[in-house]
């Protein structure tokens, strides 16, 4: 979209002409506009996407994701790479960026595609099931045109699952099925969505609220959300009838495929050995200060005795639905209103946070939806609660700090708004667990560090939340490369890991409790390589920061670090330390 105000100078690389559908000011190198091709066509191809980054035009339709389509995004992908390559030389570091990351993203989706990741796409949480429930929450509903997009959608899924399942069922052929347990969750999620409790029946009433009196519209809907539930029915009796008896047993994916999902996610290769036994070393620290904190919030105990405390005094909890989206908005306006000009440059278009609640069948968490390209879309936290309160709050606090301001909010926020110096496919598309998540880490880490967790229920949920992350190193790697626990540490020494095992370390050690913990691992087994993103990410940026302030010394600014990073963007770890150290 054109952005309303004129951006004053120019960045490297001199100016671009205004074009339609673009900011006014852009650099003129031609990967900038071959950058926006490339989304383009990818929204083409990936209409669901394009719903997700906010780029307006096609939500009234599903990607094809059937052999026949993977094979026309593959030729697209080709074009695209082949034509990078014919680019000239970069006139700027900015434009080596934007070649850089064009060239990387559409390798590795070749690559993805070349491995056959696209018949073994099902999972419990990042699969299209999960897309095909989730996007509703984030489409326009304040138009009678956005109501129509509704109901194309709800009318189309049912070929949107026949087109998937012809992927699914190549991959069992090809001996490709995933584990039992992620179809399991698939089929739970799908059958919630299939039954009387299926959040598109919610769909009604929100018409009702945004466009009364339009009966026409509202019959078409009806029609529509009958075909939707319809749709998840049907592909939750095909899990448990068709793929089920084909799926494996064993949950990991070993060594090589490991390491190849691990590198896509951080954008650098790891020793997985070296950070398995890493990841143990930051689970015995932090276990020391939770229990230094936990003697604080109950005098004299243990960690179990604080968790107790903290989840069942009612003045350390929100008691309603309401009362916690009250909390968490008031506590991520305050912290933008404050640290906006001291430690961060916020851009005006997201100088506010939205904190919504996901419906049923949403795997339990929260999780941010980025603004749309053109700012009318705000950006968004959504927390999936499990019954109606009361609701602990020691280890929410922090987690709003991450999903929302300072985190992924001012992250995203920063990044769509750079449009004067980073290429549109970095802004929408390009998106780096290491970074991307590692910054939501470093955020929590700051907001400590200048004291926004004030007071030992919110520092030791911080503490848990660090945990958390730490023992997703050692759950994630140990369970898919078959290590075992070292046998000097007190939780089942030199034991191999279990489903069982991994779910007791994250209810004893994190503070989950028994169904999120189950839900988390359950996420680790299906998602191999991601969960470790956030806690290696955090130290490559705590170890580029230690980096920077020992070569610049008394000329080392904060803010001026947070600025950089922000603004290149969740890349890779690798191009992001070569960036910033340069």
């Not at 003129?28 to 719903?51: F, G, K, N, R, W």
Request: aromatic content about 10%; glycine content about 8%.
């Amino acid at each position: 979209r054109r952005f309303a105000a004129r951006r004053e100078g120019a960045a490297e690389g001199g100016l671009l002409k205004c074009k339609e559908g673009y900011p006014a000011w852009m650099p003129d190198h031609p990967i900038y506009d071959l950058s926006s091709t490339i989304v383009d066509e990818m929204c083409a191809l990936l209409p669901d996407q394009a719903t997700y980054l906010g780029v307006a035009g096609y939500d009234d339709r599903w990607a094809d994701l059937s052999p026949t389509g993977f094979a026309a995004i593959k030729s697209t992908l080709t074009e695209m790479r082949n034509r990078v390559d014919d680019l000239p030389p970069p006139g700027s570091r900015w434009d080596a960026l934007a070649i850089e990351v064009a060239r990387s993203m559409l390798d590795e989706e070749l690559d993805a595609i070349a491995a056959d990741d696209h018949l073994r796409s099902l999972n419990s949480i990042a699969s299209p099931p999960q897309d095909y429930r989730e996007i509703f929450d984030h489409m326009s509903r304040d138009t009678a045109e956005a109501w129509d997009n509704i109901v194309a959608r709800l009318t189309r899924l049912e070929q949107a699952f026949a087109d998937y399942r012809t992927s699914l069922d190549l991959g069992i052929e090809r001996g490709l099925a995933v584990a039992a347990r992620q179809v399991e969750a698939v089929v739970e999620q799908a059958t919630v969505m299939a039954s009387d409790a299926s959040p598109f029946l919610a769909l009604g009433e929100s018409l009702a609220a945004e466009l009364p009196g339009r009966v026409d519209l509202a019959d078409r809907l009806e029609a529509a959300i009958v075909a939707g539930r319809r749709a998840f029915g049907g592909f939750a009796d095909y899990l448990r009838n068709d793929y089920l008896p084909n799926a494996t047993v064993a949950d990991a994916v070993g060594e090589a495929r490991y390491v190849r999902e691990a590198a896509r996610f951080l954008g650098t290769t790891i020793d997985p050995a070296e950070t398995y036994a890493w990841g143990w070393s930051e689970v015995a620290d932090l276990r020391t200060r939770m229990e230094a904190v936990a003697a604080e919030i109950a005098p004299g105990g243990t960690v179990a005795d604080a968790i107790q405390v903290l989840k069942t005094d009612p003045a350390r909890s929100a008691t309603d639905r309401e009362s916690f989206v009250r909390i968490i908005q008031e506590r991520e306006r305050a912290a933008l209103e404050q640290l906006s000009g001291t430690h961060f440059d916020v851009p005006d278009a997201i100088r506010d946070v939205t904190v919504k609640l996901a419906g049923p069948g949403a795997p339990l968490g929260a999780y941010y939806v980025g603004p749309s390209e053109d700012f009318t879309r705000p950006g968004s936290v959504w927390w999936s609660l499990e019954g109606d309160g009361p609701f602990p709050l020691y280890d929410e606090i922090t987690t709003a700090y991450h999903e929302g301001f300072p985190g992924h909010h001012l992250q995203v926020g920063v990044q769509m708004s750079h449009a004067e110096r980073l290429s549109r496919l970095q802004r929408l598309w390009v998106w780096k667990s290491g970074t991307g998540e590692g910054w939501a880490l470093y955020a929590e880490r700051l907001m400590e560090e200048l004291g926004y967790l004030d007071s030992p229920d919110y520092v030791f949920g911080w503490l848990a939340a660090q945990m958390l992350r730490a023992c997703r190193v050692v759950i994630d790697i140990g369970t898919h490369l078959g290590y075992p626990i070292p046998g000097g540490q007190p939780f089942h020494p030199g034991e191999q890991w279990s489903y069982e095992t991994a779910t007791q370390m994250l209810v004893d050690y994190a503070t989950l409790e028994p169904a999120y913990a189950a839900s988390e691992v359950t996420r680790y087994f299906g998602w191999p390589g991601q969960a470790i993103a956030y806690k290696v990410g955090e130290q490559m940026i705590l170890d580029t920061r230690d980096e920077l302030m020992a070569t610049r010394r008394a000329d080392f600014d904060l803010k001026a670090f947070h600025a950089d990073l922000l603004a290149v963007g969740p890349v890779g770890i690798d191009l992001m330390r070569r960036f910033l150290l340069d």
